[in-house]
């Protein structure tokens, strides 16, 4: 099974070609509507692989808002909890947004330092009906994980599931290609050198 692996600070993500309901971790990350109810995609993954007893239980949480992630049982899943992450509203027409990811993570990042966790297991949201390209949704993963990563604390492993061979392949051609902190401000600042050298190499005007 191809797998790829970066470090971020306290944190590791490793991306894997597999179904997020095959994984084993302390959690096991769903990707929920509004109404926190079972559509397709990883929630019916999910479902089928850990039993209703777990949507049973979100449902009674529900409505959440965009953003907010729901702790329940695991049912029969490989893990203790499921954090039901709302990325997209119960009118599945409108889409998942970037923003809505990158909030969705935070809150997942927080939840499970809170709860101590050391290794979770999260789709590539709103990459399906969602709407948003491979990369816009792990672009959004990573950017969060490389902001809580910086900030220390205990070692914390992110596996990030993607079930499509060929979403992997442009997934893991992403995570080789994503620039950090520290390698935006180095390519920032030699964009600037080479702007100043510029201008120090434009010829003067002739004098009439």
Known sequence: MPEKSRTFGSITVNLVNDSIANRHADVIVNAANTQ???GGGVASALRSRGGT??????????????????RTTAGKLQ???????VVIDSDVDQGTSAPD???????????????????LAMPLFGAGIGGLKVEESLGAILEVIEEHGRHGGPQLDVEVAVL????????????????????????EDRLAADFL?????????EEN
Do not use: C, N
């Not at 909030?103 to 050391?118: C, E, N, S, T």
């Not at 979403?167 to 390519?187: C, I, N, P, V, Y």
């Open 164 to 187: 499509s061979a060929e979403d992997w392949q442009r997934a893991a051609k992403f995570l080789d290609s994503f620039e950090d902190t520290d390698a935006r401000h180095a390519s």
């Open 197 to 205: 050298a510029s201008l120090g190499k434009k010829p003067k005007k």
């Open 79 to 85: 893990a203790r909890w499921v954090y039901h992450a």
């Open 101 to 119: 990811v990158t909030a969705a993570v935070r809150m997942v990042l927080v939840r499970a330092r809170k709860d101590g966790i050391r290794s």
């Open 36 to 38: 926190l109810s079972t």
């Open 53 to 70: 007893e777990i949507y049973t239980e979100a449902i009674t949480h529900a409505p959440a808002a965009l953003g907010e992630v729901v």
